[in-house]
């Protein structure tokens, strides 16, 4: 019977499950790491502890049900992060979380530069300090060195996605969390990127959640142990994804959240 592999690059660890056609949970497996405050209000974490608990995990599910069986995955994690990579798609500095607080500077220089306006009207929501798009306007003013060097801005499970398949893709739901979105269009507000200097092709390309965003690559099946060519979709943010897993899925219906981050 086909199964469908979910993985959810969370705050305090990482989740995987496989769950077959009904619905059935068959297989799981987790692992954990650290979150580092080096300084006050900051919140940080090294990618590739992400990247290490994810093999972890997915070796683990295909030791339980092997992995000829996968008909796709799914990604979801914790919004609003950022990661930096350089030309050779290396890691540039430690993950900035989205319950980082350092940028109130950043936010209030965006919505003065952009406006408050024009900024709601695109991205349907004011910029607030645990979003992306201060943190890399924080990275150009206190790390001008990596901000030069960095070639691609990512979101946390899409790190993730370009380890398991070797492509830069995003999609709507987290990619809304970015305060870069364009949300009544679907696509990155080149109005906003260009008031603030983020370059459109240092953000990876747009999915629907639904739709097939790569497949597993040579690199990403040796690593995890997941069969080559395996479909990966765009998945969702966690507070998205989690939302319809509650059946949020029209007007008037509310969920709370609540976490151990």
């Known amino acids: 019977m086909a199964t469908l592999l979910g993985i959810d690059v969370g705050t305090s660890g990482t989740k995987v499950i ?18 580092s405050t080096p300084r006050p209000l900051w919140a940080e974490q090294n990618a590739l502890d992400w ?6 995990c997915c070796q683990s599910i295909v030791a339980q ?11 979801a994690g914790q919004m609003h992060g950022l990661i930096m990579l350089d030309a050779s798609h290396e890691v540039l500095r430690p993950a900035i979380l989205w319950c980082d607080q350092r940028t109130q500077p950043q936010c209030d220089w965006i919505t ?3 406006g408050k306006d024009l900024l709601v009207a695109e991205t349907a929501n004011p910029v607030l300090t645990g979003f992306t798009a201060p943190k890399i306007v924080w990275a ?6 990596t901000f030069e060097r960095a ?3 990512l979101l946390p499970k899409d790190y993730i996605r370009f380890r398991l398949t070797g492509e830069f893709a995003t ?7 970015t305060s870069l ?24 390309q747009m999915y629907e959640s639904f739709e097939v965003s790569g497949r597993i690559s040579a690199l990403g099946a040796a690593a995890t142990g997941l069969k080559e060519g395996t479909p990966v979709v765009g998945g969702g943010g966690d507070q998205a994804a989690g939302a319809v897993g509650n059946g949020i899925v029209q007007s008037g219906i509310i969920s709370v959240a609540m976490g151990t981050s």
């Open 65 to 75: 049900i092997g992995a000829d069986d996968i008909a796709g995955i799914g990604l």
């Open 140 to 145: 150009r003013d206190h790390e001008p060195q």
């Open 171 to 177: 999609e709507v739901s987290d990619a809304s969390g």
């Open 181 to 204: 979105l364009n949300v009544p269009e679907r696509r990155w507000s080149r109005a906003v990127c260009d008031k603030i200097g983020v370059s459109l092709d240092h953000l990876p």
């Open 18 to 35: 496989a769950i077959d056609e009904s619905g059935k949970l068959v297989a799981s497996a987790s692992a954990d790491y650290e979150l």
């Open 151 to 153: 070639v691609m801005h």
């Open 51 to 56: 990247w290490d608990a994810v093999c972890k």
């Open 112 to 114: 003065e530069t952009v």
